[in-house]
Structure formats: structure tokens, C-alpha cells
């Protein structure tokens, strides 16, 4: 099992920016790849970006540019940074971990962030 808890989520106004933090704890050996994704109310959950153990990432379109994935493993925390903020980013945010070996993916309880313009 994999314990996933997000935090750094807010209010900001647009323009400003925001880091997201995911702490991990249990079964972290299993997992490789980290990741973040947002969802709006009546939407599917909407993948941002992801970050392997290497610190390797891979972005959606939508997440390129402007969100930033990085990772401490010492602290096994992921980061999710995001500038240049716009009122369409407003959005429950969501860190992932998925466990390759045995097919399972973990979700942390989400961290809203609200964008004013």
C-alpha cells in the first residue's frame, strides 16, 4: 500500500503561482513514476504532468509551459509548481503514483486550488 498527501493547495489571484507538494509514504519502492492530474466539477480527472524516480517528465499539452514537476526522493515528496496562473486552472489537483508490478494505481485525497481573476 501507498499513502499519497497532498498539501500548498489555495486561493491566488491570477498571474501569481503556487507549489504543490505530494508526500508518499508505505510501499514507496513499488513506485516509479509520479504524477499530477487536475479535475473540474461535471469533468473527467485530466492528466497535468508526471515525474519518474530519474526525474524524467512528461507533460499534456495542456500542462506544458506553465506547470513544472519535480521530485526529493530523500524526502520521497513530488512537487507540482505553477505560474503564471489562470482562472481556468481552478481545479481539485490530484497526485498519482502508479505501482507498475502490480498494476495498481494510488490517488492522494486532492488540494483545491482556486484562481481569481
Known amino acids: 500500500q501507498v499513502q499519497l498527501v497532498e498539501s500548498g493547495g489555495g486561493s491566488v489571484q491570477a498571474g501569481g503561482s503556487l507549489r504543490l507538494s505530494c508526500a508518499a509514504s508505505?510501499?514507496?519502492?513499488?513506485?516509479?513514476?509520479m504524477g499530477w492530474y487536475h479535475q473540474t466539477p461535471g469533468k473527467h480527472r485530466e492528466l497535468v504532468g508526471v515525474?519518474?524516480?530519474?526525474?524524467?517528465?512528461n507533460y499534456a499539452d495542456s500542462g506544458k509551459g506553465r506547470f513544472t514537476n519535480s521530485r526529493d526522493n530523500a524526502k520521497n515528496t513530488v512537487f507540482l509548481q505553477i505560474d503564471s496562473l489562470k482562472p481556468e486552472d481552478t481545479a481539485v489537483y490530484y497526485c498519482?503514483?502508479?505501482?507498475?508490478?502490480?498494476?495498481?494505481?494510488?490517488w492522494g485525497q486532492g488540494t483545491q486550488v482556486t484562481v481569481s481573476s
Open positions: 515525474i519518474t524516480s530519474g526525474g524524467s517528465t
Open positions: 498519482h503514483a502508479n505501482d507498475a508490478i502490480a498494476s495498481v494505481d494510488y
Open positions: 508505505g510501499d514507496i519502492w513499488r513506485i516509479n513514476t
